[in-house]
């Protein structure tokens, strides 16, 4: 698949002369975190602008805003390390991948969605520097790689919108792909050997592709191996295997790999592949719905055992896990939670990344009796106190978020709730569940959400009464009669009308 100067070895300095930081300057800046198709499907992983997405030099996964109100904006990046990896979300679902040297200031300006970088304080062939959009540009299909499209069909649904069956239309997307895999790596790996052999890109650069592009392909290896053994996985094996016979070194390991996102993935995904069958699911169901989720508490337990990881991948495999455990508190207990988050203190000492765990997820080692809440103004109470503080009335909780889309769509019907009821002796309370009070209030801005009180939770993660009401998803509704006590702890929905009055008749006319 072409040649190499020179072995790919795993060499990432770091350098004390360098300006620590990368400078990106975004002129007119479009946003590509969530993209509305040609058929007016959309499809997206952000409308909060935090599109730049890097790792840092404690190895952990960035993400930083591009604020597209502004006709130019400046992000700075600070990092120790010679070569950076940064990529910017595109299309919704893609990814641009752009390798930046230590002290580089780029400046994007956009074609349309497309984001061309510049480089204003060296030169660089516009390729090399836009290797991504390169690729995309002269092989892909329809604006995407082959392998992404296998690996994401939906990425050409609105090309294949006259398959109806979603199955088949998936089906005949992979198969059109398929046909040309193998000589599209093949036209990357061409593309990539020609820059550095002309010269035109940095051989640390060339290295940090090679092996992108190789735990690319690990992890769609890993993907399809979870179909039955067909032509689209031996395409991918026998491509894989062609790849690391030209390049035997890409099939070695080293922490420093673990600064890309691709390899870094990639170990995760195989991770998640090898106890596929060992680790449990844990399920949740309510009258409203139910979930799904890996058991992380066993796979952290299963990995504290294992021998042949590095201690740099442990550790990072471990905080990947305990992000699980974090982050899904319908599926593990403030107990649980504490509990993963201690050991994981305890077996790496730390702190850098147990402090980014509490500060992202909120946390403190203790565990609280009462839902705390605050008002829009900023006063705080607790939600005991505010349901008393409405004795004679019946109260109507509304347990949202600003990221919930099925919270928001209930939110008209919840409105004209509030219009028919203004006379009675009901309130309307709509608690949310956000973890910053910017994207709560954004969102009751944004959506309009003026009726009723608005309260946030403030200690979702350590709060006991919170777990004791048991709420595993939002929206989830309750009512509490005129004594304050909670007679209903999952109610209909504002868009059920009739059983929604119907149960609000009970309580009004239960008044003395």
């Known amino acids: 698949m072409g040649c190499n100067k020179q072995p790919v070895e795993e060499v990432f300095k770091t350098t004390k002369t360098s300006p620590d930081q990368i400078v990106l300057i975004f002129n007119d800046p479009v946003q590509n975190g969530f993209f509305t198709f040609s058929n007016g499907s959309s499809a997206g992983r952000t409308r909060n602008g935090d599109e730049i997405q890097y790792i840092d030099d404690q190895y952990i996964y960035r993400k930083l805003k591009i604020d597209f ?24 679902v893609d990814d641009l991948t752009y390798i930046f040297k230590n002290g580089d200031t780029t400046v994007f300006n956009y074609d349309g969605v497309k984001p061309i970088a510049r480089l204003i304080n060296r030169e660089e062939a516009y390729n090399t520097t836009n290797f991504s959009l390169y690729l995309r540009d002269s092989i892909a299909t329809n604006d995407y790689l082959s392998s992404d499209i296998i690996r994401l069909p939906m990425l050409l649904w609105d090309q294949y919108d006259s398959i109806s069956d979603f199955k088949a239309r998936d089906e005949a997307i992979v198969a059109d792909a398929s046909r040309t895999f193998k000589s599209d790596i093949q036209q990357e790996v061409d593309r990539l050997d020609k820059l550095f052999q002309n010269d035109q890109m940095d051989e640390q650069q060339y290295k940090m592709h090679m092996r992108s592009l190789h735990a690319r392909l690990i992890t769609l290896k890993n993907a399809l191996t979870f179909l039955p053994e067909d032509s689209k996985s031996s395409l991918v094996n026998s491509v894989v295997k062609q790849l690391e016979s030209k390049s035997p070194e890409l099939m070695s390991r080293a922490d420093s790999l673990l ?88 077996d790496f000492q730390d702190t850098i990344l147990v402090n980014d765990l509490m500060k992202q997820f909120q946390i403190e080692f203790r565990i609280d009796d009462e839902i705390q809440v605050e008002s829009l103004e900023g006063q705080k109470s607790t939600l005991k106190d505010l349901i008393a503080s409405y004795n004679g009335e019946a109260v109507y909780v ?20 509030t219009e028919t009821y203004a006379n009675d002796d009901i309130t309307f309370i709509y608690l949310s569940t956000d973890r910053r009070a910017a994207d709560w209030k954004k969102s009751i801005d944004k959506n309009n959400l003026k009726s009723g009180l608005h309260y946030r939770i403030t200690n979702a993660n350590t709060s006991q009464g919170l777990e004791d009401l048991n709420i595993p998803f939002i929206p989830r509704y309750m009512i509490y009669n005129q004594a304050g006590e909670l007679v209903n702890n999952d109610a209909p929905r504002p868009s059920e009308t009739d059983l929604l009055t119907s149960e609000f008749q009970k309580y009004l006319s239960s008044k003395n």
Request: glycine share 4%; proline share 2%.
């Open 69 to 92: 109100s502004k006709k130019s904006d400046t992000v700075v990046l600070k990092s120790k390390r010679d070569w950076v990896e940064v990529t910017l979300m595109y299309k919704g």
């Open 259 to 346: 600064y890309l996102m691709n390899y870094s993935g990639s170990l995760s995904n195989s991770i998640v592949t090898a106890y596929r069958n060992t680790v449990p699911m844990i399920s949740q169901q309510t009258s409203g719905g139910g979930g799904s989720t890996r058991d992380y508490r066993q796979l952290y337990d299963s990995l504290r055992i294992r021998t042949d990881l590095t201690d740099v991948e442990k550790k990072l495999l471990q905080y990947n896990n305990l992000k699980s455990i974090l982050s899904q508190t319908t599926f593990f207990s403030i107990a649980s939670r504490l509990k993963y988050l201690t050991r994981f203190r305890n």
């Open 398 to 417: 509304d347990f949202w978020a600003s990221w919930c889309a099925p919270c928001i769509r209930e939110m008209p019907a919840s409105k004209r709730m």
